[in-house]
């Protein structure tokens, strides 16, 4: 078992940033692949950002690619998403999973996920 923990979460401006953690305990940190994910009201759960074990290879949605940021620290057996530029439409739940050894898009594919953190952006 993987129990993640996101941490982070706020209200902010457009424009602003903001930084999302996301803790894992239990298993090898280091021998999964991490997920950010978001969920709008109404709207399906969807990909954001993801990370290879190593940190090597990162993976983002063309919506945040070039304004979010991915990493983690297999030392402290911890992810985060730096979010800058935001915007209205970033409003979600921003959850954090993981996957054991290969990374994935696919939501469906992940073996553990955290409780969610909210993020809102004002206009």
């Known amino acids: 078992q993987v129990q993640l923990v996101e941490s982070g979460r706020g209200l902010v401006q457009a424009g602003g940033s903001l930084r999302l953690s996301c803790a894992a305990s239990g298993r090898t940190f280091s021998n999964y692949a991490m997920g950010w994910f978001r969920q709008a009201p109404g709207k399906e759960r969807e990909f954001v950002a993801g990370?290879?074990?190593?940190?090597?290879?990162?993976y983002y949605a063309d919506s945040v690619k070039g304004r979010f940021t991915i990493s983690r620290d297999n030392a402290k057996n911890t992810a985060y998403l730096q979010m800058d530029s935001l915007k209205p439409e970033d409003t979600a739940v921003y959850y954090c999973a993981a996957k054991y050894y290969r990374f994935t898009y696919v939501p469906l594919s992940y073996d553990y996920w955290g409780q969610g953190t909210q993020v809102t952006v004002s206009s």
């Open positions: 990370i290879n074990w190593s940190g090597s290879n990162t």
